[in-house]
């Protein structure tokens, strides 16, 4: 049996003008600014007027911790989307951006797969409408003028080793990650120690996809804290007189991006922030318009439910008022055999009890979403190979969880594989059984908060937070920070800080390494065990594959 | 008497639908991908269907040195496109896409000014069509690419310490000049110096600019010099396989952008690289696709006539087989008093025997502009407050020198101020009297190349060129790059290395600081005095007071 890669499905979609795509959804072609004429950007004009319009239902898409083995929460994403529109119902789906630097390592696209993808993928896993490349250029802008403070004669008293905004750069450089700059003399400026991040890491990432409109924006780009002073007093970004001009970069990229499913269905494509280093979750600005012109919203979090959606319920919902009708929790039978031990050149055997095994790390995420208050159904993505036995093993454990689990067969079908799942999906959220609320108040203490997630999501015996974090957190509620929620940075492969504890471990601990304010985004930070801010390439990137075919075609994105 | 502002009059354009101006040169909509309303890139199948099409006339924009009194040389290139059109001829105008870095420091725009400009002037200030994003991207992809094969093995045998690529990023942004990077241990490689230029600058910007297609532009960048081993043999983008996915990266920037002018003509907006580092000539591409579907196409290139001008001749014409017309050289008033040795301060005042004295500096770049074998006009791009004495001295002056001097008011009066100009280019276009030859051959020794350009275009007594020098250029010679034209880099303001030497200075020699081998663009760079590669931030940036105002628009741009 052979079959067709992505991309080819992608190249023979049947693409419609993106102007039909916006008129689904009542958005007319002045309102639609195009890019190309398979994307556009949905103006601030059109936002504006649907805001007095009743909100669709809001379906979350998470994940069992990802493996190996591949999980497919993106394309259920969109499988769902089609679904839903299949049976009749009037559904738009939101996911993230891709990011171009891992893109030329070795990451797939960020497209979903199969027959269930969104379009123009290749644009998608490129340069799009160009929002990674304004935040990169915003971001760059702000260290470009905070040196340049320095270099004038630092009025604002700057302490050069305590400047914490870095450099960005959309792209896998490790070289980057650690850098002396302003060498060479006098016209460079002071030398000190600094380094890149990759944009998706960015703070103003963070920023764009929390913001509820431009002026929104502005206000958390001037909320940014860049550096201290000797005496610890904090330097802003509006200190610096960035937030305007950063403000117009950002202009276009505050409006969400509308593109199509390959049964061509609206998408959201809009913000991608990183669910192991920042809160994951796609703008806050598409999920909200979304809603106001569909009746159902499907949207996705970064990796595995501990980490996305835990940050999707504590930190976007929160911050929006938004509250999830139903959570989609999506499972494959592959990942569930490695959470059981299996290795991955052994999933092609029928291994019942291993798929048994490895279980408990579902059940574990079913019992975290319901802890939120909402439903939730499993979706087995089906793979190729998969054994009845083996899907009914998945089926069975998910029944004895006070749950159900439903097989999709999107990736090879499109909608009419997922038809069962989206006619569930939308019973459940039309009983409204949903009742959701944060797992942890605003007013408690931060490292309180921190221990709540360590306790309640992870099960882990604890934070370790020692007593100079606590010392920090204690100074940031006292500046008046302690009302903000916790955006924890954490390996996304496992519930605890070591990534190769699959399943479901218990009697750990998760140490906290540092804790880092994100005034701006509006959460503080929380790194336990060892993350990347900045990738690196593999032995041999991807890159080295991808060009351009006889017929223009691009080949080796995948 | 009151003026509009730059912006205030781009912001109250009629702007005709984009598809209407394609139309004017018979590019149909499907051959347009739209980037919003007002601008679109053109397709390469469009590009291929007009191959076989006669050109038309060709006209260059050229400049005396610039001043601090500027000279309008976007301005008048924009006005002579709208005078042509205005007095029935069918014309287009081909000009530079502004570079992000300096429109937060301290540099005016891109798109010419009062009744002569390009829209929309806010976007082509700002991010664009992404041109300048891609370049970026593509560029760091490689410098990243390279680091990682050092890290992996480094199977090249790539000597770190001779790693003449670097970064790039569309930043003033002093800090990054010269830095340390893989520092912080194992896990990010192996530390060395190096650093960032401006994406302007970057040797992609220049392959791309001189490209003739996709095809072409993937060999040039494969032939990029990146590094050398400890023999010194070159490495080459190619041995990195880093060409394809460049070229991928860049396959939309390769498209040419069109927009129009005030008056609602075409205008193709390509490429950007400087003309005191890099050749400074907007793209082969949009140049060749004017040249066939207009009939008088009008272009620039940077800075004066020294530079920009030059390096149009001898690299640009020369290796796309294109040959001007005629060509149009911008002078002012002011800027002839400044040469003539009158303070900025002092510039309101009349001084006709400033300005007598000024133009030996116009004397010159008309005897220059002929020894190619080109008529030249001169166009003198009227300021309010010049005096009808003043202008008198100019005409009389440039009368002594076998050419004609034709006051312009597009500035106040669009096409209005350019009739006569119009009318008087296109009878020289008309005429063929053009015998276009470089002033080199490319059988010259590039010492020689270097030699000729500075006795006679700066009117210097010779290059110095010391022994180190000339054992490289021998070397490049022996590898069979001594076919190559030269690509002279130099301070702006003079015919000399000193930039305070204004008006026609003698009596002086040009020191060769440093050679480099573009081997990809294909020229050899000579970089005489000081040249900045990655500029900084004043010490008022504008940035500090760009933002967007109440009504959503963009403040503090010009």
Redesign the interface.
């Known amino acids: 049996m052979s079959f067709k890669s992505d991309i080819e499905i992608a190249r023979e979609a049947s693409k419609r003008p993106i102007q039909e795509i916006g008129e689904k959804l009542g958005i007319g072609s002045d309102d639609l ?5 398979d994307k556009a950007k949905i103006s ?1 004009r059109f936002i504006d007027s649907v805001q007095d319009n009743p909100n669709g239902k809001l379906i979350l898409v998470t994940a069992i911790n990802p493996t190996p083995a591949g999980e497919g929460k993106t394309t259920t994403t969109v499988g769902l989307g089609d679904g839903l529109n299949a049976i009749g119902k009037k559904a738009a789906v939101c996911i993230r951006e891709a990011s ?1 630097g891992p893109c ?1 390592g070795m990451k797939g696209g960020a497209a979903g797969g199969g027959y269930a993808q969104v379009v123009p993928m290749e644009e998608m896993n ?2 799009f409408t ?1 929002d990674f ?2 935040i ?2 915003a971001h ?2 702000l ?3 905070i ?2 403070h320095i ?3 630092n009025e604002l008293q700057i302490d050069t080793r305590r400047v914490v905004w870095r ?1 960005v ?16 003399g006098v ?3 002071f030398p000190r ?1 600094t ?1 890149f991040d990759i944009t998706v890491a960015s703070e103003v990432m963070a920023c764009l996809c929390l913001a509820t409109s ?1 002026t929104d924006l ?1 206000k958390r780009l001037g909320d940014i804290i860049v550096a201290y002073t000797r005496e610890r007093d904090p330097i802003y970004a509006r200190d610096i ?5 950063m ?3 950002l ?2 990229a505050m409006q969400p991006n509308l593109v199509q499913t390959l049964e061509n269905n609206p998408a959201f494509v809009h913000g991608g922030p990183f669910a192991n280093i920042a809160h994951g979750c796609n703008s806050v600005i598409a999920t909200t318009t979304a809603l106001k012109v569909a009746d159902y919203v499907v949207t996705e979090a970064g990796f595995g439910a501990d980490l996305g959606a835990e940050k999707f319920m504590n930190i976007k919902c929160r911050k929006a008022g938004l509250a999830p009708d139903c959570v989609v929790l999506v499972a494959t039978v592959r990942a569930m055999k490695m959470n059981g031990g299996v290795a991955k050149a052994d999933l092609g055997s029928e291994n019942v009890e291993a798929v048994k095994s490895g279980c408990a790390n579902l059940g574990r995420h079913i019992e975290n979403v319901k802890s939120f208050g909402v439903p939730v159904v499993v979706a087995i993505n089906h793979f190729h190979g998969d054994t009845a036995a083996e899907i009914a093993a998945v089926q069975e454990f998910v029944k004895t969880q006070g749950s159900e689990a439903i097989l999709c067969k999107h990736w090879a079908n499109g909608s009419d594989g997922t038809r069962d799942l989206a006619t569930r999906v939308a019973q459940i959220a039309e009983q409204g059984s949903a009742n959701f609320a944060p797992i942890y108040p605003d007013d408690m203490k931060l490292a309180d908060k921190i221990d709540t997630i360590c306790r309640k999501i992870y099960r882990a015996d604890g934070a370790l937070i020692d007593g100079k974090i606590r010392a920090q957190l204690k100074q940031w509620e006292d500046q008046g920070y302690g009302h903000l929620p916790v955006c924890m940075a954490k390996t996304q492969y496992s519930f605890s800080t070591d990534p190769e504890a699959r399943g479901a471990p218990t009697g750990f601990t998760v140490p906290v390494r540092e804790v880092r304010l994100s005034a701006g985004a509006g959460f503080v930070v929380a790194i336990c065990g060892e993350i990347m801010t900045m990738p ?2 593999p ?1 041999v ?1 991807s ?6 075919n006889d017929d ?1 075609q ?1 080949e ?2 995948f």
Chains 1, 2 share one sequence.
């Open positions: 600014l195009p890019y190309g004429h601030q171009l030329f490129l340069h160009g490349h304004a990169t250029s760059n802008l260290s470009a003028m040196d340049n270099y004038w004669g450099r750069m959309d792209m896998n450089d490790r070289a980057l990650r650690q850098i002396t700059a302003s060498l060479g016209a460079n400026g120690e380094g431009l502005q007189k960035a937030d305007g001009a403000t117009v970069l202009k276009d690196g390439l032995r990137p890159a080295e594959a991808i060009m351009l223009g691009i080796g994105l």
